[in-house]
């Protein structure tokens, strides 16, 4: 398994950008795909974008696509997701995932305890 520690989250206002890494640890990370996943309360959990283990493909869920970028860094075992133009309904926990590269949450098998993003309007 990958030990996964999501970082960055936080408050930031309608309009603004952040960027969430995970750290990993453990199993080889270049190895595995890895995803970006967020959940809001009362909801389930929503595929929010993926990235090969060579970077080399990425996808994206549709209410993120075109705000959202992930990318990685196999050298300091470390995923990123960049959200720019944050809408309040951004706000969520999100979750650092490994696995294989797919937008379904039982494809991966390490999880991050999870980061909280809130978006004010």
């Known amino acids: 398994q990958v030990q996964l520690v999501e970082s960055g989250g936080g408050l930031v206002q309608a309009g603004g950008s952040l960027r969430l890494s995970c750290a990993a640890s453990?199993?080889?990370?270049?190895?595995?795909?890895m995803g970006w996943f967020r959940q809001a309360p009362g909801k389930e959990r929503e595929f929010v974008a993926t990235?090969?283990?060579?970077?080399?493909?990425?996808a994206y869920g549709d209410s993120v696509r075109g705000r959202f970028t992930i990318s990685r860094d196999n050298a300091k075992n470390t995923v990123y997701l960049q959200m720019n133009s944050l809408k309040p309904e951004d706000t969520a926990v999100y979750y650092c995932a490994a696995g294989r590269w797919a937008s379904m949450a039982n494809e991966y098998d390490s999880w991050g305890q999870g980061t909280q993003v809130t978006v004010s309007s």
């Open positions: 453990g199993r080889t990370f270049s190895s595995n795909a």
């Open positions: 990235i090969s283990w060579r970077g080399l493909r990425t």
